[in-house]
Nanobody
Framework: QVQLVESGGGLVQAGGSLNLSCAASGRSFAGYRMGWFRRAPGKEREFVGHISWSDGSTSYADSVKGRFTMSRDVAKSTLYLQMNILKPEDTAVYYC???????????????WGQGTQVTVSS
């Protein structure tokens, strides 16, 4: 059974940093893309970025490019999201997700974590 468990959320002042973690278990994630999404109050879920589990290549949403960095530790089966220069508009629940590299993020059988709250005060 695949499990994705996020941690590291919290309250931070604008301009500050947080590092989120996602512990992934239950299968080998070789050939998978691991992603971060967020949902702000009253808004649709938003793609933040994803990383190839196999080669570490990344892709980011324009809204976070240059401020957020994704990485993974294959040995620890953990995904990370380093968030710098945080803004109040980054306030959201952040979700970790996983899908096969050939699939897309809209597929119903992708894997999702429960989320971790990030709140950025102005």
């Amino acid at each position: 059974q695949v499990q994705l468990v996020e941690s590291g959320g919290g309250l931070v002042q604008a301009g500050g940093s947080l590092n989120l973690s996602c512990a992934a278990s239950g299968r080998s994630f070789a050939g998978y893309r691991m992603g971060w999404f967020r949902r702000a109050p009253g808004k649709e879920r938003e793609f933040v970025g994803h990383i190839s589990w196999s080669d570490g290549s990344t892709s980011y949403a324009d809204s976070v490019k240059g401020r957020f960095t994704m990485s993974r530790d294959v040995a620890k089966s953990t995904l990370y999201l380093q968030m710098n220069i945080l803004k109040p508009e980054d306030t959201a629940v952040y979700y970790c997700a996983a899908r096969p590299a050939w699939a897309d993020w809209k597929a119903k059988n992708n894997y999702w974590g429960q989320g971790t709250q990030v709140t950025v005060s102005s």
